[in-house]
C-alpha cells in the first residue's frame, strides 16, 4: 500500500512558475513508476508527465513538454513536477500516481496508488 501527498499548488500569473511535490508512504517507492496527471473542469483527466523507477527515463505531453520537468528523489520518497512558463490553459486539479509498472506509461489504468490532487490556477 502506497500513500500520496500531493503540495505546492497555488494561484500564479501567466508565465509565472510553481513546484509541485508528492510525497509518498512506505518503503518501496524506488519499485514505483511515478506519474503525474490533471483534470480540468469538464475534461478527462490527462497524461502530463511521467519517470522510471531509477529516474532514468521521463515522458511529458506534447503541451508541456520544454517547460515542464518531473524528477524524483528516491531517498525523500518525493516526486516533483517543476513547471515554468505556465499558461491558464494549465489550470487544472494535477494528481501525482504510482504504478508498480516499468517504463513510463501513460494511461491512468496503469497506476495503482493516487493522491488527492492539489489545485493549480493560471490566471491571464
Known amino acids: 500500500q502506497v500513500q500520496l501527498v500531493e503540495s505546492g499548488g497555488g494561484l500564479v500569473q501567466a508565465g509565472g512558475s510553481l513546484r509541485l511535490s508528492c510525497a509518498a508512504s512506505g518503503r518501496t517507492f524506488s519499485s514505483y513508476v511515478m506519474g503525474w496527471f490533471r483534470q480540468a473542469p469538464g475534461k478527462e483527466r490527462e497524461f502530463v508527465a511521467a519517470i522510471s523507477r531509477n529516474g532514468g527515463r521521463t515522458d511529458y505531453v506534447d503541451s508541456v513538454k520544454g517547460r515542464f520537468t518531473i524528477s524524483r528523489d528516491n531517498t525523500k520518497n518525493t516526486v516533483y513536477l517543476q513547471m515554468n512558463t505556465l499558461k491558464p490553459e494549465d489550470t487544472a486539479v494535477y494528481y501525482c500516481?504510482?504504478?508498480?509498472?516499468?517504463?513510463?506509461?501513460?494511461?491512468?489504468?496503469?497506476?495503482?496508488?493516487w493522491g488527492q490532487g492539489t489545485q493549480v490556477t493560471v490566471s491571464s
Open positions: 500516481a504510482a504504478g508498480f509498472r516499468v517504463g513510463v506509461p501513460k494511461v491512468p489504468s496503469a497506476y495503482d496508488y
